[in-house]
């Protein structure tokens, strides 16, 4: 199966999505946070840095429950940065 490439709003949508993350995980190691999700050290650093930009979806909802964050939130955060213009 061939995948299709992503547009750049999903790529934007994923450093988006990293960044919220990041941010949330605070002064909490990326060791911390991956043993408590259950994948690799490498595998946030990607998710956060956006080199993930479409990271599965068990993933992203074992770093949200290891940062106590709610799904709902967390990509309700995400719609509303990426519907905010860059500079406002």
């Known amino acids: 199966m061939v995948r299709e490439p992503l547009t750049q709003s999903q790529i934007e949508r994923g450093r988006l999505l990293g960044g919220l993350l990041r941010r949330a995980r605070a002064d909490r190691t990326m060791v911390d946070v991956a043993r408590q999700a259950g994948i690799s050290v490498e595998t946030l650093r990607k998710i956060e840095g956006g080199r993930i930009p479409t990271p599965?979806?068990?993933?992203?909802?074992?770093?949200?429950?290891?940062?106590?964050?709610?799904?709902?939130?967390?990509?309700?955060?995400v719609d509303e940065a990426a519907a905010t213009p860059v500079g406002a």
């Open 56 to 77: 599965a979806f068990f993933t992203v909802a074992a770093i949200a429950a290891a940062l106590d964050l709610s799904l709902d939130d967390l990509f309700r955060r």
